[in-house]
């Protein structure tokens, strides 16, 4: 992959990851992966423009941080351009991008396992002090904080949890689709959900007892 593609590409997640979707969404996919199977750096560039938006979601979904999920979305479309001549087409563009964006995004969480933990704590036990000592100054504010509470116990479950609440909720996606990218059968996906659902429902009612403890002791 030469300069200009990494130059146009990078300007590409630099500025439009948070805007619409790409007008492009009308082109015929396929031919667009042919023509990048060849080298067709305008074509690719094309398939960067439709994807980028639901690739850096589901990225930031897994990371919780601008920055490193900017970084992990491009060296998502980096490396589907290099492996693009090893694609088959035996699953759709689509899921394939996705799966190397999720084997990126655990990737990165691997290295980053320990001080994020730690991270995570330090900001769960603050948000319980604050709450304690502060009461929300009108329902908008509680529900705002209330949302940022889950999305902080969701970023905490494990990764195989953490995944399936993303796609499932996050995402939209169906089960089928789930299956296509996770590589695993629709039976471990519900299981997966259950259990998730039930681990982040018990960190939630573990928060609100010791929120409503500090209460009483006040």
């Given at each position: 992959m030469n300069e200009p593609l990494l130059q146009s590409t990078h300007q590409s997640l630099g500025l439009a990851l948070p805007g619409a979707l790409s007008s492009l969404a009308e082109e015929d996919e396929a031919q667009l992966v042919a023509a990048s199977q060849h080298g067709d750096q305008d074509a690719f560039a094309r398939l960067v423009s439709l994807h980028q938006r639901r690739i850096f979601s589901l990225v930031f979904r897994m990371l919780q941080q601008y920055e490193e999920s900017c970084e992990v979305t491009q060296e998502t479309f980096l490396a589907a351009w290099q492996g693009l001549p090893a694609f088959r087409g035996e699953a759709r563009f689509s899921t394939w991008l996705y799966r190397i964006a999720y084997n990126s995004s655990l990737k990165q969480l691997e290295q980053r396992k320990h001080d994020r933990a730690l991270q995570a704590n330090m900001e769960a036990e603050q948000s319980i002090a604050t709450a304690a000592e502060q009461e929300p100054v009108d329902a908008q504010v509680e529900v705002h904080a209330r949302q940022a509470?889950?999305?902080?116990?969701?970023?905490?479950?494990?990764?195989?949890?953490?995944?399936?609440?993303?796609?499932?909720?996050?995402?939209?996606?169906?089960?089928?689709?789930?299956?296509?990218?996770?590589?695993?059968?629709?039976?471990?996906?519900?299981?997966?959900?259950?259990?998730?659902?039930?681990?982040?429902?018990?960190?939630?009612?573990?928060?609100?007892?010791?929120l409503n403890a500090r209460k009483g002791g006040s």
């Open positions: 509470l889950v999305q902080e116990q969701i970023s905490q479950l494990p990764a195989k949890y953490r995944i399936v609440l993303i796609l499932r909720h996050l995402q939209d996606m169906s089960y089928e689709e789930m299956a296509e990218l996770l590589k695993i059968p629709i039976g471990t996906i519900k299981t997966h959900l259950f259990r998730a659902r039930n681990l982040l429902k018990e960190r939630l009612e573990m928060l609100d007892h010791e």
